[in-house]
């Protein structure tokens, strides 16, 4: 059974970090493209980041660009997600998610097929 679940999520103020982490079990989590999207109220959901099985390519939307940095460790089967210089646009659910058969950076959510629950991150200015 595939499971992916986030964690890391809360409260900060405008300028602080938080770091996600999403376990992952269930698949071959070295070999699969991960994803981290995110959700605001009312919004559509939006790429912020994705990473290869290796690691060794990732991909970061422009609007986190600089701030954001994902990274991985299979030997954990996790995926994390650095995120400094926190904004209150960047307040939304964050969902990780897994693409299983396409070994390149994945922009789209369409193209996943394992999702994680999620988990609320609030910026207050």
């Known amino acids: 059974q595939v499971q992916l679940v986030e964690s890391g999520g809360g409260l900060v103020q405008a300028g602080g970090s938080l770091r996600l982490s999403c376990a992952a079990s269930?698949?071959?989590?070295?070999?699969?493209?991960m994803g981290w999207f995110r959700q605001a109220p009312g919004k559509e959901r939006e790429f912020v980041a994705t990473?290869?099985?290796?690691?060794?390519?990732?991909n970061v939307a422009d609007s986190v660009k600089g701030r954001f940095t994902i990274s991985r460790d299979n030997a954990r089967n996790t995926v994390y997600l650095q995120m400094n210089s926190l904004k209150p646009e960047d307040t939304a659910v964050y969902y990780c998610a897994a693409n299983n058969w396409r070994p390149s950076t994945v922009t789209r959510a369409y193209l996943y097929n394992y999702w994680g629950q999620g988990t609320q991150v609030t910026v207050s200015s």
């Open positions: 269930g698949f071959t989590f070295s070999s699969s493209t």
């Open positions: 990473i290869i099985g290796s690691g060794l390519s990732t």
